[in-house]
């Protein structure tokens, strides 16, 4: 699976969009790009995924570029509770032999302020 | 629905002694992973299980075992307890088949610290 890296830490103010960079320079043809976040002390949870188009849910939008190497997770309206560790993960839909591993490097925190 | 249930949420184990955590998957799903965090090597995959059986298993000693039962109910076991398997367990589960969907539902962990 290609290596992700994102930067340490990132502050944003509360209500205002946070834009999350990921490069995966490496990324082959058939891998995603996941989002996942971990807020203290809980698990980690699942925020979205895509190929190479766009894509939105009700937590937030990816944005993946052209040339697939880099990708934006973006927060639209932050809040105090988006204070998380977030992780960027790529890896291909079918890895051996179909399992659900998912390998994840260190992350990004992020830190909503009031 | 119910998410995913781990049980116990904490506990206290001295080394030697052995350990085993118990997952319930949310109901449906048949895939059950396995997670170890700690705060120097952050979260790794310890094995992965489907229909019962073990699909992919991390690089972690033979001291680290699981099992999956017919209900998709996971153990995992941790013999000869050493200080450093201190950390919080985390199981997740997926309704993955045969395609891996990568999306998978964590549950809130077991934290266990060994004396």
């Known amino acids: 699976d290609a290596k992700t890296t994102q930067p340490t830490s990132m502050d944003c103010a509360e209500g205002r969009a946070a834009n999350l960079p990921c490069n995966h320079s490496t990324i082959s043809g058939n891998e995603y790009v996941y989002w996942y976040r971990q807020i203290h002390s809980q698990g980690p949870q699942y925020i979205i995924h895509g190929l190479k188009n766009n894509e939105t849910n009700e937590m937030a939008s990816l944005i993946i570029t052209e040339d697939r190497k880099s990708s934006t997770l973006i927060l639209p309206h932050a809040t105090l509770r988006d204070t998380a560790v977030y992780y960027c993960?790529?890896?291909?839909?079918?890895?051996?032999?179909?399992?659900?591993?998912?390998?994840f490097g260190k992350g990004m925190k992020l830190t909503v302020n009031p | 629905k119910a998410g995913v249930t781990q049980t116990p949420r904490y506990l206290i184990k001295t080394r030697g002694q052995q350990v085993t955590l118990s997952c319930s998957p949310i109901?449906?799903?048949?895939?059950v992973s396995w997670y170890q965090q700690t705060p120097g090597q952050g979260l790794q995959f310890l094995f992965e299980?489907?229909?019962?059986?073990?699909?992919n298993k991390g690089n972690f000693p033979g001291r680290f075992s699981g099992r999956q039962f017919s209900n998709s109910r996971s153990e995992m076991n941790v013999s000869t307890l050493e200080l450093g398997d201190s950390a919080l367990y985390l199981c997740a589960s997926s309704s993955s088949t045969g395609v891996a969907t990568g999306e998978l539902f964590f549950g809130e962990g077991s934290r266990l610290t060994v004396l």
């Open positions: 109901s449906g799903h048949r895939s």
């Open positions: 993960i790529v890896r291909a839909p079918y890895s051996q032999g179909g399992s659900e591993k998912l390998v």
């Open positions: 299980y489907f229909s019962e059986t073990q699909r």
